[in-house]
């Protein structure tokens, strides 16, 4: 799809993540979070450009929900009313030209654009690829850690042996399909945006693509002309240990077979499902660490955690050596594998100091007399106000103005 198709169906409000009935304070709220999360500086080189996009939607959203105006002309009209006049910052700017002509006018090939439909059949003579089915797949990270074989029931369409997919008897001859003249396919008319419209080539129905087709009384039995039967297989996959989400499992022509076609394949798709304890960057792994503040200031040994593969890690800390917070202990060589070789990625512990509650009442003097003093400078002023203040402050509430 090209760049203005998105920006008319952009939802500023999805886009913001909050309920179109959001008060002000919401939607500033909102946008602070939404604006520190996808910030381009703050995430790693390969996914500042979603960032910058993300970014971009994200200050356009704010900008438009927060004046009440622009807001009351969105909830009417769309975000189509603010892209015609003044642009929508950088979602319609984007459009690969060569790549939207492709699309629009069908040079793109099969498989790319949805709802295309085949291409009329090539002169050399080679055989068009049927369509590929690409298939989401959730893998865990300890799955993704480990890796894993999975067996999938599948029912696909396979060739009819008796006939080997012409449809048609023995010896029984085919006519020449008329709604097609033979070609078959059809040529179609769609509209893909407003006042676009694109020419399409759509397989012809009443042959399925072959040009030609059996009288009644000539088709096969088996597959009663539909050149296909049904076949239900267990299929095998094989997700390698340090896959990744994004990552594919190519299952070469275990798609439908189609006659006069390639088989397409099935794609497996990998979508890494989030983890409660760890976080991946790539080959590395990131976790929280937290201890207690005694642990902090007198050291400890102890398992600090269960890795993917059911192994404790045990952590000594030295007495002495003082753990601060957000302090990150590298661990090398217990991150995720690598797919290829046996190294691993490294594991980043980020150390969080459990306080005291409230309410707990030590020997006050005691412990004031072992820690160390304040060591900051006095600070010299004329006038000294004692302020009040909430001890439960949110740092959401920053002015963003
Ligand atoms: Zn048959
Ligand atoms: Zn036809």
Same mark, same amino acid.
């Given at each position: 799809? @090209?760049?203005?198709? /998105? ?14 009935? &959001? #008060? ?10 939404? &604006?520190?999360?996808?910030?381009? +500086? ?38 189509? +009313?603010?892209?015609?006049?003044? $642009?929508?910052? $950088?979602?319609?700017?984007?459009? +690969?030209?060569?790549?939207?002509? !492709? ?8 498989? =790319? ?35 894993? #074989? ?6 696909? @369409? ?20 008329? #709604? ?5 396919? @059809? ?12 020419? /399409? @080539? ?40 340090? !896959? ?15 006659? +006069? ?48 593969? =059911? ?42 100091? /459990? ?22 400078? /006095? ?8 302020? #009040? ?13």
């Amino acid at each position: 799809m @090209n760049g203005s198709d /998105e920006a008319e169906s952009l939802d500023l409000y999805e886009v913001l993540g909050i309920e179109s009935s &959001a #008060t002000k304070v919401e939607i500033k709220k909102a946008y602070h979070k939404a &604006a520190l999360s996808s910030h381009p +500086d703050k995430v790693p080189e390969d996914e500042r450009e979603e960032a910058e996009n993300r970014f971009k939607n994200v200050s356009q959203a704010y900008e438009v929900l927060y004046d009440d105006e622009k807001r009351a002309r969105y909830d009417r009209f769309g975000v189509s +009313d603010f892209t015609a006049g003044r $642009g929508m910052g $950088g979602m319609g700017g984007d459009v +690969d030209l060569e790549e939207m002509l !492709s699309q629009m006018f069908g040079m793109g090939g099969m498989g =790319g654009f949805p709802g295309m439909g085949p291409m009329p059949r090539g002169t050399d003579g080679r055989k068009q690829k049927g369509k590929d089915v690409v298939q989401q797949y959730e893998v865990s990270l300890e799955e993704l850690y480990k890796g894993k #074989t999975v067996k999938l029931a599948s029912t696909r @369409n396979i060739l009819c042996s008796l006939c080997k997919g012409s449809g048609g008897k023995d010896k029984a001859k085919a006519k020449k399909c008329a #709604t097609c003249s033979g070609r078959g396919w @059809n040529q179609n008319l769609r509209q893909v945006g407003r006042g676009i419209v694109t020419q /399409e @080539n759509v397989i012809c129905v009443p042959c399925k693509g072959s040009g030609n087709v059996f009288r009644d009384k000539d088709r096969c039995k088996k597959c009663k002309g539909n050149c296909v039967v049904e076949e239900k297989k267990v299929l095998e996959i094989y997700i390698p240990r340090g !896959s990744k989400e994004g990552d594919k499992i190519v299952l070469q022509g275990e798609a439908d077979e189609v006659p +006069d076609h390639e088989t397409g394949d099935i794609i497996f798709l990998l979508e890494e499902k989030d983890h409660d304890l760890f976080s991946r960057a790539g080959s590395d792994l990131t976790a929280s660490l937290r201890i207690s503040l005694a642990e902090a200031l007198t050291g400890f040994s102890r398992v600090v955690l269960k890795h993917l593969d =059911g192994r404790g890690i045990q952590i000594t800390h030295p007495k002495g050596n003082i753990l601060r917070p957000g302090q990150v202990l590298k661990v090398e060589g217990e991150g995720m594998p690598h797919k290829k070789g046996d190294g691993k990625g490294d594991l980043f512990l980020v150390i969080d100091i /459990e306080f005291p509650k409230d309410g707990w009442v030590p020997d006050v003097d005691g412990i004031r007399k072992v820690l160390p003093e304040w060591t900051g400078e /006095e600070i010299q002023a004329e006038q000294v106000d004692d302020v #009040t203040f909430d001890p439960d402050g949110d740092i959401e509430d920053v002015s963003l103005q």
